[in-house]
T-cell receptor, first 113, second 113 residues
């Protein structure tokens, strides 16, 4: 069975500092991995994905994520945080051989000025 | 390109009443998803359609929830009768392929009193 975990409910970072939001997963086959962001009273917006190829993927708004197969992780990163990055972030995984996508419980990112 | 449309945006009903939500996916997207997002949690898949066929409805409470996707385009999700624990945001999403990201609508916030 596939699963995804976001171990931190909240991450607090000062503006200008690097940020990391953690995600680990479990699938039986090859993973398709996604990051989404949700602003208040809005639907989820796609940030980036890993399907195959380079382990470091770049996405919207300066975010990037690194796929680590041995650690089964797909952490979201940004070199310099902005206050406007404050939002709820969801990691999602899909087994390449299955149809269902599973979302993590979410991490609230708070960037202080 | 127009995004995923959902209506209504908000709905308040009494328990045991019925309610229906509507979704219009992005043109050309064969796969449509309905999710339930309870406050503080990640989206939980209720049902997935491929064109007008059901791919996965394993987490749909079929005694009270139903969904259809006539002609493989628009979709409706119905709850009858509603319970207090159905209070949540109902998100619709669509995608064109298994490895592609999902595009989410703004959601319908349901409050059951």
């Amino acid at each position: 069975a596939q699963s995804v975990a976001q171990p931190e409910d909240q991450v607090n970072v000062a503006e200008g500092n690097p940020l990391t939001v953690k995600c680990t997963y479990s699938v039986s086959g090859n993973p398709y991995l996604f990051w989404y962001v949700q602003y208040p009273n809005r639907g989820l917006q796609f940030l980036l994905k890993y399907i195959t190829g380079d382990n470091l993927v770049k996405g919207s708004y300066g975010f990037e994520a690194e796929f680590n197969k041995s650690q089964t992780s797909f952490h979201l990163k940004k070199p310099s945080a902005l206050v406007s990055d404050s939002a709820l972030y969801f990691c999602a995984v899909r087994d390449s051989s299955a149809s269902k996508i599973i979302f993590g419980s979410g991490t609230r990112l708070s960037i202080r000025p | 390109e127009a995004g995923v449309a959902q209506s209504p945006r908000y709905k308040i009903i009494e328990k045991r009443q019925s309610v229906a939500f509507w979704c219009n996916p992005i043109s050309g997207h064969a796969t449509l998803y309905w999710y339930q997002q309870i406050l503080g949690q990640g989206p939980k898949l209720l049902i997935q359609f491929q064109n007008n066929g059901v791919v996965d409805d394993s987490q749909l409470p079929k005694d009270r929830f139903s969904a259809e996707r006539l002609k493989g385009v628009d979709s409706t999700l119905k709850i009858q009768p509603a319970k207090l624990e159905d209070s949540a945001v109902y998100l619709c999403a669509s995608t064109w392929g298994a490895s592609a990201e999902q595009f989410f609508g703004p959601g319908t916030r349901l409050t059951v009193l």
